[in-house]
């Protein structure tokens, strides 16, 4: 049997079949089968055999994507048994047999009736078989072979993962790999260049180079600086046929962003400030902020501030707003205008979190000076003393000088003071002031026995701005006066037994005085000499006795009151 095909042929005896390639020749070939040799083309030596049957089949090739207006021819099938006088009818069966493939039944001629995809579908089998056409007899066995779809380059390669978005550190290494693409080709990657993929780098030079074998895209600058370029946007194309003339091709794009990292030191964008603070500011609050730039961002652009030295080093303090990486300046002592009118700061910003690899530029540190003008703001009167305790006697004429307070402006100014008392509009007014010297004085007569001690509040403006006021506590002491005479501290009735012996006390009397210590005990104790004298009994003062508020003497029977018994009789003294 002798088989023709549209390619060269490269045959292989093996188990008496012929094995055939095309490699894109357009001539056709015919190879004669004879029972006991085997012809090779091209003057090959000739193999002999002993075939086991009158006819073989070889693997046939047909194009993909065949777009000609006639059927494509595939091949020839033809018997020994075949003289060429129409009675050897040939038969297909198999994949694709009376859709795809005919064939003429008295040739042997195999055609392709469609479009084939390799893609799709790489190969077909099928059985061909010649059988007498008169009598429908099999004059050969069936025997099975396989048409190939041969692939062409309709497949450009694709990129499936595109688009990328990437990082690499900034200031990296020239060549350090960022990223490795692939592209795959959907064409046969076993036969000629049509899968074989070239990389190549068409939009991102000189900055970023691709190899063309792997695809790995590396850095190809040293020291790219992200404050300089921080986004790149990178085109790779993948080319098949080996980036010969004629591939076809796909591309992706790579989105490359540079990552900060520490090589940029803060700066304060001037060497001098200047800031102005009310002495009125409050202790503990803040007066002002300052700020050193740093190119660098996130936590490389982390900074601390601190107070080098300057004569402020002990009135302000600085702390790190960390959202905002500014330097608070808060006040830590009261300012004074009329004390000390400026001060200066040295003020360091430094970095917290430090990348050794960039030290060389460095230092990651920046000082300005601060100069701080403490502002004069109109302040209230100062007293010259926290509180004031006065002293007044009791009984004193109204109009009884009590003390003086004192207040001044403590401004440059040094406007006249005014003073006045505050009093709750239920409360009884016992002193006045005077509003041009701070005189306290009485305005009613004062008892110690009935309220021993005053407190009561001074209050000083200023006479151009009576808005701004000072107090102070004003304590007044009532010094006593011996205006009390002493009484009995009770009324006595006293009962005597009429058998008390004489000298016997019979009762303690006790006085007392409303006045103070030094002006009350100690009392003497006399009998009224304005009354009848009873002979009976005495008073006796008991000098012996220590001095109290409360002295007692005892009373003394003086005469005879009878004989004693046992159980003693009483009377009670009127």
Request: hydrophobic content about 30%; aromatic content about 8%; some cysteine.
């Given at each position: 049997m002798k088989i023709t095909s549209t390619s060269c042929i490269c045959p292989v005896l093996v188990c008496l079949c012929f094995v055939q390639r095309c490699y894109g020749t357009s001539h056709h070939s015919s190879i004669k089968v004879t029972r006991n040799q085997t012809k090779h083309i091209e003057g090959e030596t000739e193999v002999h055999?002993?075939?086991?049957?009158?006819?073989?089949?070889?693997?046939?090739?047909?194009?993909?994507?065949?777009?000609?207006?006639?059927?494509?021819?595939?091949?020839?099938?033809?018997?020994?048994?075949?003289?060429g006088d129409g009675s050897v009818k040939y038969i297909l069966t198999g994949e694709g047999a009376g859709t795809i493939f005919i064939i003429d039944d008295t040739t042997g001629d195999i055609h392709s009736t469609k479009s084939l995809d390799r893609e799709q579908k790489t190969h077909y089998v099928l059985h061909a078989q010649a059988i007498d056409r008169r009598t429908n007899k099999p004059l050969e066995p069936e025997s099975e072979f396989i048409i190939k779809v041969q692939d062409i380059n309709d497949n450009a390669p694709k990129f499936t993962d595109g688009p990328y978005i990437v990082t690499v550190p900034e200031m990296s290494d020239m060549g350090t790999s960022v990223l490795q693409v692939t592209a795959t080709d959907a064409d046969d990657p076993t036969y000629g260049n049509s899968a074989r993929v070239v990389y190549s780098i068409l939009q991102g030079q000189p900055y970023f180079s691709v190899d063309p074998k792997t695809g790995v895209i590396r850095t190809a600058l040293h020291n790219m600086d992200r404050e300089a370029r921080e986004h790149y946007s990178v085109v790779i194309?993948?080319?098949?046929?080996?980036?010969?003339?004629?591939?076809?091709?796909?591309?992706?794009?790579?989105?490359?962003?540079?990552?900060?990292?520490?090589?940029?030191?803060?700066?304060?964008?001037?060497?001098?400030?200047?800031?102005y603070v009310?002495?009125?500011?409050?202790?503990?609050?803040?007066?002002?902020?300052?700020?050193?730039?740093?190119?660098?961002?996130?936590?490389?652009?982390?900074?601390?501030?601190?107070?080098?030295?300057?004569?402020?080093?002990?009135?302000?303090?600085?702390?790190t707003d960390k959202d905002t990486r500014e330097g608070i300046l808060s006040l830590r002592k009261?300012?004074?205008?009329?004390?000390?009118?400026?001060?200066?700061?040295?003020?360091?910003?430094?970095?917290?979190?430090?990348?050794?690899?960039?030290?060389?530029?460095?230092?990651?540190?920046?000082?300005?000076?601060?100069?701080?003008?403490?502002?004069?703001?109109?302040?209230?009167?100062l007293f010259s003393m926290p509180s004031y305790v006065m002293e007044v006697n009791e009984n004193a004429k109204v109009g009884t000088t009590v003390g003086t307070v004192l207040a001044q402006d403590p401004d440059s100014a040094n406007r006249v003071v005014r003073y006045f008392i505050d009093y709750n509009a239920e409360e009884d007014r016992f002193f006045n002031i005077d509003a041009?010297?701070?005189?306290?004085?009485?305005?009613?007569?004062?008892?110690?026995?009935?309220?021993?001690?005053?407190?009561?509040?001074?209050?000083?403006?200023?006479?151009?701005?009576?808005?701004?006021?000072?107090?102070?506590?004003?304590?007044?002491?009532?010094?006593?006066?011996?205006?009390?005479?002493?009484?009995?501290?009770?009324?006595y009735d006293i009962v005597v037994c009429e058998n008390s012996k004489p000298g016997q006390v019979i009762h303690t009397i006790s006085a007392t005085d409303k006045?103070?210590?030094?002006?009350?005990?100690?009392?003497?104790?006399?009998?009224?000499?304005?009354?009848?004298?009873?002979?009976?009994?005495?008073?006796?003062?008991?000098?012996?006795?220590?001095?109290?508020?409360?002295?007692?003497?005892?009373?003394?029977?003086?005469?005879?009151?009878?004989?004693?018994?046992?159980?003693?009789?009483?009377?009670?003294?009127a």
């Amino acid at each position: 049997m002798k088989i023709t095909s549209t390619s060269c042929i490269c045959p292989v005896l093996v188990c008496l079949c012929f094995v055939q390639r095309c490699y894109g020749t357009s001539h056709h070939s015919s190879i004669k089968v004879t029972r006991n040799q085997t012809k090779h083309i091209e003057g090959e030596t000739e193999v002999h055999h002993r075939p086991k049957r009158g006819w073989v089949w070889n693997q046939f090739f047909v194009l993909e994507e065949h777009m000609g207006p006639d059927p494509q021819y595939v091949g020839k099938l033809h018997s020994n048994s075949d003289k060429g006088d129409g009675s050897v009818k040939y038969i297909l069966t198999g994949e694709g047999a009376g859709t795809i493939f005919i064939i003429d039944d008295t040739t042997g001629d195999i055609h392709s009736t469609k479009s084939l995809d390799r893609e799709q579908k790489t190969h077909y089998v099928l059985h061909a078989q010649a059988i007498d056409r008169r009598t429908n007899k099999p004059l050969e066995p069936e025997s099975e072979f396989i048409i190939k779809v041969q692939d062409i380059n309709d497949n450009a390669p694709k990129f499936t993962d595109g688009p990328y978005i990437v990082t690499v550190p900034e200031m990296s290494d020239m060549g350090t790999s960022v990223l490795q693409v692939t592209a795959t080709d959907a064409d046969d990657p076993t036969y000629g260049n049509s899968a074989r993929v070239v990389y190549s780098i068409l939009q991102g030079q000189p900055y970023f180079s691709v190899d063309p074998k792997t695809g790995v895209i590396r850095t190809a600058l040293h020291n790219m600086d992200r404050e300089a370029r921080e986004h790149y946007s990178v085109v790779i194309q993948a080319k098949d046929m080996a980036g010969q003339v004629g591939g076809l091709s796909g591309s992706t794009t790579v989105n490359i962003t540079l990552t900060d990292v520490n090589d940029n030191p803060p700066r304060f964008p001037q060497k001098h400030y200047q800031l102005y603070v009310p002495e009125s500011a409050q202790v503990g609050s803040a007066v002002g902020k300052i700020k050193a730039n740093d190119a660098d961002t996130g936590s490389n652009a982390d900074m601390t501030y601190s107070i080098i030295n300057g004569d402020g080093v002990g009135m302000f303090s600085i702390s790190t707003d960390k959202d905002t990486r500014e330097g608070i300046l808060s006040l830590r002592k009261p300012l004074n205008y009329e004390k000390k009118k400026s001060y200066t700061l040295n003020i360091e910003g430094a970095n917290t979190h430090l990348d050794f690899r960039f030290s060389h530029l460095g230092p990651f540190k920046d000082a300005t000076m601060l100069k701080i003008i403490v502002g004069d703001v109109d302040e209230p009167p100062l007293f010259s003393m926290p509180s004031y305790v006065m002293e007044v006697n009791e009984n004193a004429k109204v109009g009884t000088t009590v003390g003086t307070v004192l207040a001044q402006d403590p401004d440059s100014a040094n406007r006249v003071v005014r003073y006045f008392i505050d009093y709750n509009a239920e409360e009884d007014r016992f002193f006045n002031i005077d509003a041009n010297t701070g005189t306290i004085k009485t305005t009613k007569v004062l008892d110690r026995e009935e309220t021993p001690w005053y407190n009561i509040t001074v209050s000083a403006s200023e006479n151009d701005n009576p808005a701004l006021l000072s107090h102070v506590t004003v304590g007044i002491r009532v010094l006593d006066v011996n205006d009390n005479p002493p009484v009995l501290a009770r009324e006595y009735d006293i009962v005597v037994c009429e058998n008390s012996k004489p000298g016997q006390v019979i009762h303690t009397i006790s006085a007392t005085d409303k006045d103070d210590f030094a002006n009350g005990p100690r009392f003497n104790f006399f009998l009224d000499e304005h009354l009848p004298v009873n002979p009976n009994f005495t008073l006796k003062d008991n000098e012996a006795a220590a001095p109290s508020p409360s002295r007692s003497v005892p009373a003394r029977e003086t005469g005879a009151c009878g004989p004693a018994v046992q159980k003693p009789s009483c009377r009670r003294l009127a």
